[in-house]
């Protein structure tokens, strides 16, 4: 029910509360927002807009569900239910902190090891990631950000923490590979601006471009940072979605080839929302290599914490060896046939896509060509929200990841159906024919 007030009144808040760095006007959470008005359903709405701007996992929901139906004893939730009731400490269930290490252990074939002291718990990469912008800037400081970057990051790093994006740049004539160039470019500009830099933030795999950062690259990130005196945070929350687990490598393994040097600089997010699917669950780590941090985190985590219960039902079936490498190995092989199946069926229509995907849930999809020869922002706004609006399609511009050309399109395959997926590659065809002719 509505409240009528008077108008007269004015009651002030805070900064953050009227701060425009929330970051929702952006088009990306646009296009949730019609999706949310319109829903495809097969039956009930075949005509509605399919959500193709969502890096959702659900292509494996049934390997868990039947791992938990016969388990269903074990994970009987009046088990321990006193213990779970009662207060936890901020250190997380020790039984759960294992069962991360460990499983964070084995997505990476076990070339990088983790000590279940140095993992904080968090609800969700979000907290994490916001959680450690807190610690390590200072409102006024800046983080630098390879582009195209997820979105969400100009809420989770921004808008309460008062720290600023400073973008470095990279371009399609190295599939946006990040460069030395690139980053000390931006670096300087930042420098010349005033603005103190006080780390740098990678996702690998990349999340727009669904692809591994490589051995030499990020070799050359570290060393970038140990020059800089800054910190680096690597978000690996796509880590065990790599189609396959060779290609992808940690920054944790960089480490350990040097000997742990520097690695006080270096701190990994993980989260179980996108390689096991529960972004519900909420279920974040910080793993870092500075004493202080992870003190410094486990004492803010009481603002982001999760459930004990949760923690008690993951801990049960992350330390279940067959079932993990069952699912690590059956998720991985699903999201490289569903990425090939949209790479082949965006390419029959005539689009290509960023070369070298091999990662995550969705690919990087070039529309440059239908931009004209002189691309621009606004033509690409226009074209997404034609896709919207005529294609009833919702997939993110590039212009929502802060890309520096025109014409990319971030599109998701894993959070629908199969034939819902055949279903968003027919209408993109029918389309480009429509615009051939």
């Not at 008062?162 to 420098?191: M, R």
């Not at 795999?205 to 800089?228: C, H, M, Q, W, Y």
Request: proline share 4%; glycine share 6%; charged share 25%.
């Amino acid at each position: 029910m509505a409240i009528e007030h008077d108008e007269e009144v004015c009651v002030g808040l805070s900064k953050v509360a009227v701060s425009e760095t929330h970051g929702e006007d952006s088009p990306y959470f646009a296009g949730w927002r019609a999706y949310d008005q319109n829903p495809y359903h097969e039956l009930s709405n075949p005509s509605g807009v399919i959500q193709m701007g969502l890096a959702e996992n659900q292509v494996s929901f049934d390997l868990i569900e039947r791992y938990l139906e016969k388990h269903s004893q074990t994970m009987n939730t009046t088990s321990g239910f006193r213990e779970n009731a009662l207060f936890q400490d901020y250190h997380g269930l020790k039984s759960f902190r294992q069962a991360m290490a460990s499983f964070m252990e084995q997505i990476r074939g076990g070339r990088a090891k983790f000590d279940p002291d140095r993992i904080v718990i968090t609800a969700g990469a979000t907290a994490a990631n916001e959680l450690l912008t807190f610690i390590l800037a200072d409102p006024g400081d800046a983080l630098l950000v390879p582009t195209p970057y997820y979105p969400g990051f100009d809420r989770d790093l921004r808008w309460r923490t008062g720290v600023k994006i400073v973008p470095v740049h990279c371009d399609s004539s190295n599939n946006f590979e990040i460069t030395p160039q690139a980053l000390e470019s931006a670096y300087e500009e930042a420098k010349s601006n005033n603005v103190k830099i006080s780390g740098l933030l990678i996702t690998n795999p990349s999340n727009p471009l669904g692809a591994t950062i490589k051995r030499s690259v990020l070799e050359n990130i570290l060393d970038f940072v140990t020059r800089k005196n800054i910190h680096l945070i690597s978000d690996e929350i796509y880590s065990g979605s790599s189609f396959c687990p060779d290609e992808f490598i940690s920054v944790a393994e960089i480490l350990e080839s040097r000997n742990h040097k520097e690695s006080q600089r270096v701190h990994i997010v993980y989260s179980l929302s996108k390689d096991l699917g529960l972004p519900g669950f909420r279920v974040g780590t910080i793993y870092s290599y500075n004493d202080v941090v992870v003190t410094t985190a486990r004492r803010m985590s009481s603002f982001t914490l999760i459930s004990s219960q949760t923690q008690q039902l993951l801990s049960l079936m992350l330390s279940d060896g067959d079932f993990t490498e069952n699912y690590v190995r059956v998720n991985r092989e699903r999201l490289k046939k569903r990425y090939e199946l949209i790479v082949e069926g965006l390419q029959n229509a005539g689009i290509e896509c960023l070369s070298g995907g091999n990662a995550g849930l969705f690919c990087w999809m070039d529309l440059k060509g239908l931009l004209g020869d002189f691309p621009t922002k606004e033509g690409e706004l226009s074209l997404w929200k034609l896709m919207l609006e005529e294609v009833k399609v919702n997939i993110s511009p590039g212009y929502s990841c802060h890309c520096s050309e025109p014409g990319w399109f971030r599109v998701c395959f894993a959070n629908m159906s199969e034939e819902t997926l055949q279903v968003a590659i027919r209408r993109i065809h029918d389309f480009m024919v429509r615009r051939k002719n």
